[in-house]
């Protein structure tokens, strides 16, 4: 894995393609490289979780939620750090994916500059 933030891979997993394309432009706007999935189940067949240096995922989706990703990159040892996004948060679900190592829980809509900032904190640990 590379050394510098910069040189990371910021992994996007949401269903909705225009949040997808957002993200996206918002990280490369910021000089930040980032890699878009439809699924959490096209992400772990990517093998992007190992090479990754941070996740920004929603948490209700077709098939397997972010928690449930979060769940399973947990029991493979793989501690990429998780923004989690969500329209769909309630205060049990935000403890929830913190105690579990989220590094942030944000609502949407959320400020791009508070996400900017967790993503580069992220990347730098």
Known sequence: MATHGNNKVVAIVDDDAAVRVALEGLLRSAGLSARAFDSAETFIESGQQFQAGCLIADIRMP???????????????????????????????????????????????????????????????
């Open 63 to 125: 098939g397997m939620s972010g928690l449930e990703l979060q769940g399973k990159l947990n029991a493979e040892n793989c501690r990429i750090p998780i923004v989690f996004i969500t329209a769909h948060g309630d205060t049990q679900m935000r403890m929830q994916a913190l105690r579990a190592g989220a590094v942030e829980f944000l609502a949407k809509p959320f400020n791009d500059e508070v996400l900017l900032e967790t993503v580069r904190a992220a990347l730098e640990n």
